[in-house]
């Protein structure tokens, strides 16, 4: 099975780039102007879809803090009232490096803006790693294998995969 199909002009990424606010690491831009993964982002035609998993990050953190009493250490004393943790929990992941979604809930941090990055599968607080950089993600994730290496250190990111 093939699992890639064509890529994006370096316009379409750069469209896309402002649209959603976002910068594409730039290994993820060359990826994206050579092929695409089949089921991933059409970021000409998606808008709903990705609008949806770029707010997904926080909304599965929101959640897990919610419905199944989690919450961050670095965030301080948990607030009683839930519009009060709903807050605090947007206010910190707008702090944080933004995540890219690649190809259902896996993402990329948009920083920092160098190659390398490592690719997290995000559901909430049960976050892992899914390869330590994009060509290690997309062979465990098209080769069935699930092996990671050293993998760059992203602030909060990877603080919750040690969680």
Excluded: C
């Amino acid at each position: 099975m093939n699992n890639w199909t064509s890529g994006f002009t370096q316009s379409e990424l750069d469209r896309a780039q402002e649209r959603y606010d976002i910068r594409f690491p730039p290994d993820l831009a060359a990826l994206l102007l050579d092929r695409s993964p089949v089921g991933g982002y059409n970021w000409n035609a998606d808008d709903h879809r990705i609008q949806e998993m770029l707010a997904w990050p926080t909304e599965l953190l929101l959640f897990d803090v919610d419905e199944n009493g989690l919450w961050w250490p670095g965030w301080g004393e948990r607030p009683a009232e839930k519009g009060a943790r709903q807050e605090v929990v947007r206010d910190a992941v707008r702090q944080v490096r933004k995540l890219i979604p690649l190809l259902g809930h896996r993402f990329i941090p948009q920083t920092p803006e160098i190659a390398g990055n490592p690719v997290f599968s995000m559901h909430g607080f049960d976050t892992i790693y899914y390869g330590a950089n994009l060509i290690e993600y997309f062979e465990n994730e098209f080769g069935g294998t699930h092996l990671i290496g050293e993998t760059r250190y992203v602030p909060f990111w990877s603080d919750i995969v040690d969680w």
